[in-house]
């Protein structure tokens, strides 16, 4: 199955990202050849009674117990901490672009 | 005394008889950096003022009768700028983050300050971990200090580099394909990937969330065992990491290793038809593997079919996860914005294209459509399927053998500008290590010699989930009958 420019579009949209013309058809060569050489993995045949492969088979089925810690309250990072790599803030708040009229 | 081809075991133990003192040892690391760096490059960030003023708190505290538990106390060390400190920028080599200095610091790089260890600086990497040069370092490339044409592997270049020129005395990287084995092979030195979980993930700033790992980069297994007492255990902070026993790493470390039983895959040392392996990187791994049966071990080969399509189901998940990672950097809270006035989401759109480089939007790009409507059973369930079948065929394996034997890259360190025009090749290169992401276990890359070039070729040892220690301490053994981790890079060339 062959991806084509419509493709790329609508996942440049998904990723969020903007791509000229000549960076979407790089994207477009480059993600053929990719997917192409993954079709690998249609040799394999799950077999049909096989629980669905998860995330991670190897971490614990349920949190131990001893590893659900107290309900209580801990200190937050400062306020003033977050606000620091903020690329435009007040010292109360981020500052974003009005989206509501 | 000089400390430039000490380990960080035989240097801690120097500093603690009072032979030199830890801001000595520091003063001569740092003058290293300052003399390799131009040509090597391997740091994005150093602090010599603050580092200093560690390694004199660190020195006051050894003089006082304490750190007597800490092998390593007073050893300098530095990590892959993915790992978040709160007195250092860290910029995961892109423009997204060029400015980010973490509000917190990662649980190793509290762990190792409470060994007494001090961080002296950030080490250059692919950006976002996103490679297997370091060419796609937004800062630019590190040199391979074997033969500076090359490049030194990736994406923990900077650490394998730094620390086979001598520029660091130890280094954690981080490894989600592969990432500290194939540089410390490229690079001549030794690398651990631990069992997933091993090490807390807090703070390290996430690519694929499933498949990394924080480990050592050292110049030989028992400063890597060492370190891995020092980083891991389970972290409350990070719900993926466990514990992982009592009993230290470094005291395990035995030179015998009669009866453990080898595994060779075929699959490993043929083509496979995915690319040939080196001639030169195969006869390495056989010689390895008559010395590992003159040390009373059994070798032999074995069948690893599925291994064909480790890499397809690699990089499915792994993009998967890093779309969604790094859907988080949109120019809001934290990284680049984009300047100017625009709707909402265009300045999204923009921040990100601005930020991020091309290997980065690649990789989101192919995460984003193997998880799209349509293409999601064909591409991403399929690869989780391929990540259990593969794991499945490791359990059977070892029922019969301790370790697996591979190589861990299938060429020397290639050329400057090769690897990034030919992204399907450079995928295909990591189909040795990523193996053991896949499978959640732990893998030792070890210098086995050199290659037809003059460059350092890496073996790759495997073994089941949680036989850590037991890795490290063949790898031991191998380095106790062999000088290949000895070799210096600034020996050949600087």
Not at chain 1, 72 to 89: E, H, I, Q
Not at chain 2, 70 to 86: F, R
Not at chain 2, 155 to 169: I, N
Not at chain 2, 315 to 341: F, P, V
Request: aromatic content about 6%; charged content about 20%; hydrophobic content about 40%.
């Amino acid at each position: 199955m062959k991806i084509g420019h419509e493709e790329v579009a609508h996942v440049a949209r998904l990723s969020q990202l903007m791509l000229n013309e000549s960076e979407a058809e790089q994207m477009l060569t480059s993600l053929r050849e990719i997917l192409e050489n993954m079709q690998i993995l249609a040799e394999l045949t799950p077999s049909p009674n096989a629980p669905a492969a998860e995330v991670s088979d190897t971490a614990p089925s349920a949190t131990p117990a001893a590893w659900i810690r107290e309900d209580v309250v801990l200190p937050s990072t400062a306020r003033s901490a977050l606000l620091a790599n903020a690329p435009v803030a007040n010292g109360e708040s981020l500052i974003v672009p009005k989206s509501v009229e | 005394m000089s400390i430039l081809h000490m380990s960080a075991l035989a240097l801690s133990s120097a500093i603690r008889a009072r032979k030199l003192s830890a801001p000595e040892a520091l003063r001569e690391l740092l003058r290293e950096i300052s003399r390799t760096e131009g040509t090597i490059h391997a740091y994005l960030a150093t602090d010599p003022a603050s580092a200093l003023q560690e390694a004199e708190r660190v020195q006051a505290a050894i003089d006082r009768g304490e750190l007597t538990q800490s092998p390593l106390a007073g050893v300098p060390i530095a990590l892959k700028d993915n790992i978040c400190t709160g007195h250092l920028k860290t910029t995961c080599a892109s423009r997204m983050l060029a400015d980010f200095l973490p509000p917190y610091c990662a649980t190793v790089a509290e762990k190792l300050v409470g060994q007494g260890m001090i961080l002296h600086g950030k080490l250059n990497m692919d950006e976002f971990a996103m490679g297997s040069t370091t060419e796609t370092s937004c800062f630019g490339a590190t040199a391979n200090p074997w033969n500076i044409d090359r490049v030194p592997g990736g994406s923990s270049g900077g650490a394998a580099a730094a620390v086979a020129v001598g520029s660091a005395v130890c280094a954690l990287g981080s490894d989600t394909g592969g990432s500290i084995r194939q540089p410390a092979s490229h690079c001549g030195v030794t690398g651990f990937k631990p069992t997933y979980g091993t090490v807390s993930r807090y703070g390290l700033i996430a690519y694929a969330s499933s498949l990394e790992q924080i480990g050592p980069i050292a110049r030989d297994a028992a400063d890597c065992a060492a370190l891995m007492d020092v980083i891991r255990g389970r972290d409350a902070r990070d719900s993926t990491s466990i514990p992982s026993g009592e009993r230290a790493y470094h005291a395990a470390l035995t030179p015998d290793v009669h009866g453990l039983r080898i595994g060779i895959p075929i699959e490993a040392m043929e083509g496979n038809g995915e690319g040939d392996l080196a001639p030169d990187v195969g006869a390495r791994i056989s010689e390895m593997a008559l010395q590992f049966e003159k040390m009373g071990a059994v070798v032999e080969k074995c069948n690893f079919p599925l291994m064909r399509h480790a890499v397809s189901a690699y990089y499915i998940i792994a993009t998967a996860e890093a779309a969604s990672n790094l859907a988080r950097y949109d120019g809001i809270k934290y990284g680049h914005r984009a300047k100017g006035e625009m709707p909402l989401s265009e300045l999204y759109a923009r921040s990100r294209s601005e930020g991020f480089g091309q290997e980065v939007k690649r990789r989101i790009m192919l995460g984003n459509f193997v998880l799209s409507a349509g293409y999601y059973d064909a591409y991403y369930r399929r690869a989780l399927e391929a990540k259990r079948s593969i794991t499945a065929s490791l359990d059977a394996l070892w029922k019969t053998y301790d370790l697996l034997l591979l190589p861990t890259a299938p060429t020397t360190a290639p050329r400057m500008g090769v690897s990034l025009a030919d992204a399907m090749g450079m995928y295909s290169a990591d189909r040795y290590t990523v193996l053991a992401n896949l499978a959640g276990i732990p893998a030792l890359t070890l210098p086995c010699g050199f290659g037809a070039d003059g460059m350092p070729i890496g073996a790759q040892l495997l073994g089941p989930a949680h036989s850590d220690a037991r890795i490290l301490s063949v790898g031991y053994a191998y380095q106790q009958v062999t000088d290949y981790h000895t070799w210096r890079a600034r020996e050949v060339s600087v």
